[in-house]
């Protein structure tokens, strides 16, 4: 495939990447994607003598017979009768629509007291308490489950006694009104000051919209599943009953933290829109870095080539530059220098598997052909190497690990990662280009992984950091492509691999190759080698067998089966003997829980 079908096809996939991944990270709110939530949540918070709570919870349920519980839990203790000597919140009544739910509660000391004279209601109640482990809740049980899909309400009175901190100026309470809930689609909060108590007020979210009115003030908006609402007030001294704790300067840790807060949620926002940005930009960025460092100039060259481009391209080479990914070596440039070193009688290919080495002079050859040499000659017995002997070395050394991780390295050595494959690879590329892409992953890896570790006050947060990783998978693709696509051939290289390409798709192509006489053997052997290093040998292979070239057929295969073999053999006892082995602001108030179901 010629780069320039390649690059459009990888900013294509990296952009159905971004769209998508956009999609899903601004669109889970959890209402599109559960059976249930809350539809409408409705408080008034009454700031008077006491803190009064009244909610109300309207539950769609859009698959029935699911749940047999609405409920609203806090984190913090509830009390049904009588009261504590540290802050808590104690139930007065709760209410529903359904007439087939019975009303229950759950204080902080496990003890139960449920609305019902059936004693195998309770029963089933106190069974599904212990089961869950619930404290400090309060809701509704249906015993036969909710079968109709529909709006269903609930409705609950609580009396809070908060934490108050105070330095005699101000008091100070933050209130959690939830943190761990089904989603609300509509929330609704009224902040009622009867004596005029209020000084400041502060809610999180900071994407709530704050209203001022007659009677104090209407908050509004919408809360993502487990998203903190919560409610911070500086109130006059003395005006709410709770438990006071003197902390100096309330006003002034008050207003650092909400500034903190809405400082580090702008530029959570901001950072949202920017990576929504880039990610809607990259297959563009992706293109210009393309243009900049990879474009390549044009050249005619024909699909098919019967004969071999270069043939003073050593066979290992042409695996390691043309037959992929420029710089990655496998073992079909090994098997195809076996190959030509028979060819050039350094070797003799012998029955199973074994070599006979017929030359030591290594003079002529380059640095992996004679590291080649050098591995079969140091491990031959009168000058024949046999791979029976390396699995066996193998074995032996199962009880020394470093002989065995130095076999295991001089194998590799030859098989998978030549010396000087870098070097190689730079006086063929230019790979500016794949630096650059390489860079813009190692960025985005740590941005995603920063993103991680800072504290997540809603979901805004969770979302910048899910389209980090939507960055990363971008990153990632374009980081798997060939160096190639944005490193830039030198000289006239990227010809000469067009027509490796040729050449490639040509000895792939049976019908072709067997136009071709068996008379002419050096040409045989010539598609044999080049063909092994690019990746294709077996396809000459199965010509060659149409044809009755039996012998050139037999090295071939006595290489394969027998050499595989081997170096599977040293990678398993290897792998089997290494192992593996094995407060103030945002998310700082008194309250927390909120709706559910179970």
């Not at 009244?54 to 017979?65: A, F, H, N, P």
């Not at 899909?149 to 609580?158: D, L, Q």
């Not at 290992?316 to 028979?342: P, Q, R």
């Not at 969770?462 to 693709?477: A, D, K, M, R």
């Given at each position: 495939?010629?780069?320039?079908?390649?690059?459009?096809i990888?900013?294509l996939?990296?952009?159905?990447?971004?769209?998508v991944?956009?999609?899903?990270?601004t669109?889970?709110?959890?209402?599109?994607?559960?059976s249930i939530?809350?539809?409408?949540?409705?408080?008034n918070?009454?700031?008077?003598?006491?803190?009064t709570?009244?909610?109300?919870?309207?539950?769609?349920?859009?698959e029935g017979r699911?749940?047999?519980?609405?409920?609203?839990?806090?984190k913090?203790p509830?009390?049904?009768n009588?009261?504590?000597?540290?802050?808590?919140?104690k139930?007065?009544?709760l209410?529903?629509?359904?007439k087939?739910?019975?009303?229950y509660v759950?204080d902080?000391?496990?003890?139960?007291?449920?609305?019902?004279d059936?004693?195998?209601?309770?029963?089933?109640?106190?069974?599904?308490v212990d089961?869950?482990y619930?404290?400090?809740?309060v809701?509704f049980?249906?015993?036969?489950?909710i079968?109709?899909?529909?709006?269903?309400?609930?409705?609950?009175?609580?009396?809070?006694?908060?934490?108050?901190?105070t330095?005699?100026?101000?008091?100070h309470?933050?209130?959690k009104?939830a943190?761990?809930?089904?989603?609300?689609?509509?929330?609704?909060?009224?902040v009622?000051d009867?004596?005029?108590?209020?000084?400041?007020?502060?809610?999180?979210?900071?994407?709530?919209?704050?209203?001022?009115?007659?009677?104090?003030?209407t908050?509004?908006?919408s809360?993502?599943?487990?998203?903190?609402?919560?409610?911070?007030?500086?109130l006059?001294?003395?005006?709410?009953?709770?438990?006071?704790?003197?902390?100096y300067n309330?006003?002034?840790k008050?207003?650092?933290?909400?500034?903190?807060?809405?400082?580090?949620?702008?530029i959570?926002?901001?950072?949202?829109?920017?990576?929504?940005?880039?990610?809607?930009?990259?297959?563009?960025?992706?293109?210009?870095?393309?243009?900049?460092?990879?474009?390549e100039?044009?050249?005619?060259?024909?699909?098919?080539l019967?004969?071999?481009?270069?043939?003073?391209?050593?066979?290992?080479?042409?695996?390691?530059?043309?037959?992929?990914?420029?710089?990655?070596?496998?073992k079909?440039?090994?098997?195809?220098?076996?190959?030509d070193?028979?060819?050039?009688?350094y070797?003799?290919?012998?029955?199973g598997?074994?070599i006979?080495?017929?030359k030591?002079?290594?003079?002529?050859?380059?640095?992996?052909?004679?590291?080649?040499?050098?591995f079969l000659?140091k491990?031959?017995?009168?000058?024949?190497?046999?791979?029976?002997?390396?699995?066996?070395?193998a074995?032996?050394?199962?009880s020394?690990?470093?002989?065995?991780?130095k076999?295991?390295?001089?194998?590799?050595?030859?098989?998978?990662?030549?010396r000087?494959?870098?070097?190689v690879?730079?006086?063929?590329?230019?790979?500016?280009?794949?630096?650059?892409?390489?860079?813009?992953?190692?960025?985005?890896?740590l941005?995603?992984?920063?993103?991680?570790?800072?504290?997540k006050?809603?979901?805004?947060?969770?979302?910048?950091?899910?389209?980090?990783?939507?960055?990363?998978v971008?990153?990632i693709?374009?980081?798997?492509?060939?160096?190639?696509l944005?490193?830039?051939?030198k000289?006239?290289?990227?010809k000469?691999?067009?027509?490796?390409d040729?050449?490639?798709?040509?000895l792939?192509?049976?019908a072709?190759?067997?136009k071709?006489?068996p008379?002419?053997?050096?040409?045989w052997?010539?598609?044999l080698?080049?063909?092994?290093?690019l990746?294709?040998?077996?396809?000459?292979?199965?010509?060659?067998k149409s044809?009755?070239l039996?012998?050139?057929?037999?090295?071939?295969v006595?290489?394969?089966?027998n050499?595989?073999?081997?170096?599977?053999?040293?990678?398993?006892?290897?792998?089997s003997?290494t192992?593996?082995?094995?407060?103030f602001?945002?998310?700082?108030g008194?309250g927390?829980?909120?709706?559910?179901?179970?």
């Amino acid at each position: 495939m010629r780069e320039e079908k390649e690059i459009i096809i990888v900013c294509l996939l990296i952009f159905i990447v971004g769209v998508v991944g956009i999609f899903l990270t601004t669109s889970f709110n959890g209402m599109k994607y559960t059976s249930i939530y809350i539809k409408d949540y409705e408080a008034n918070l009454y700031i008077g003598k006491n803190l009064t709570l009244e909610e109300i919870y309207s539950y769609e349920v859009l698959e029935g017979r699911k749940y047999r519980m609405l409920y609203r839990d806090w984190k913090a203790p509830l009390v049904y009768n009588g009261s504590l000597n540290t802050p808590y919140v104690k139930v007065l009544n709760l209410s529903t629509s359904s007439k087939d739910m019975v009303g229950y509660v759950v204080d902080y000391k496990g003890d139960i007291f449920v609305f019902s004279d059936e004693d195998w209601i309770k029963r089933n109640i106190e069974e599904i308490v212990d089961k869950y482990y619930i404290r400090n809740e309060v809701g509704f049980y249906n015993p036969l489950y909710i079968r109709n899909p529909g709006i269903y309400t609930t409705s609950y009175k609580f009396v809070i006694y908060p934490p108050i901190e105070t330095d005699n100026v101000f008091y100070h309470i933050n209130l959690k009104l939830a943190d761990e809930h089904l989603p609300y689609k509509n929330v609704k909060i009224n902040v009622i000051d009867e004596n005029n108590s209020i000084l400041d007020l502060f809610v999180y979210p900071s994407t709530f919209k704050v209203y001022k009115t007659y009677f104090g003030y209407t908050i509004e908006g919408s809360s993502p599943k487990n998203d903190p609402i919560e409610v911070e007030m500086l109130l006059k001294p003395n005006s709410v009953n709770g438990f006071t704790r003197y902390v100096y300067n309330v006003e002034g840790k008050t207003i650092s933290a909400y500034k903190k807060y809405t400082f580090v949620s702008n530029i959570v926002m901001t950072l949202k829109y920017l990576l929504m940005a880039i990610i809607l930009l990259f297959p563009l960025i992706a293109y210009i870095i393309y243009l900049k460092f990879g474009k390549e100039k044009f050249y005619v060259v024909p699909e098919y080539l019967s004969y071999v481009p270069n043939k003073n391209r050593k066979p290992w080479i042409v695996n390691l530059i043309f037959a992929g990914d420029a710089g990655f070596f496998d073992k079909e440039g090994f098997y195809a220098t076996l190959l030509d070193l028979h060819n050039r009688g350094y070797i003799k290919i012998m029955n199973g598997g074994k070599i006979e080495i017929l030359k030591t002079d290594l003079e002529n050859l380059d640095v992996y052909e004679s590291d080649v040499m050098k591995f079969l000659m140091k491990y031959s017995k009168n000058n024949v190497f046999d791979p029976e002997y390396i699995k066996s070395l193998a074995q032996k050394y199962k009880s020394s690990k470093d002989k065995l991780k130095k076999l295991k390295d001089e194998l590799d050595k030859i098989m998978e990662y030549p010396r000087y494959s870098s070097k190689v690879v730079n006086a063929f590329l230019e790979t500016r280009g794949k630096k650059i892409i390489i860079a813009l992953l190692v960025i985005s890896i740590l941005l995603a992984v920063f993103l991680y570790f800072i504290p997540k006050y809603s979901q805004t947060f969770n979302e910048v950091f899910y389209l980090s990783i939507v960055f990363v998978v971008q990153n990632i693709i374009l980081a798997l492509t060939p160096t190639s696509l944005f490193g830039r051939w030198k000289a006239n290289y990227y010809k000469e691999k067009l027509e490796w390409d040729a050449f490639k798709n040509f000895l792939s192509n049976l019908a072709m190759i067997k136009k071709y006489s068996p008379e002419d053997i050096s040409i045989w052997k010539d598609w044999l080698i080049y063909g092994t290093a690019l990746g294709v040998g077996d396809k000459v292979v199965e010509a060659m067998k149409s044809l009755n070239l039996s012998e050139l057929v037999a090295d071939y295969v006595i290489i394969h089966s027998n050499y595989d073999s081997m170096k599977t053999s040293v990678d398993s006892v290897y792998s089997s003997t290494t192992g593996s082995g094995g407060g103030f602001g945002a998310g700082g108030g008194f309250g927390g829980g909120g709706g559910g179901a179970r």
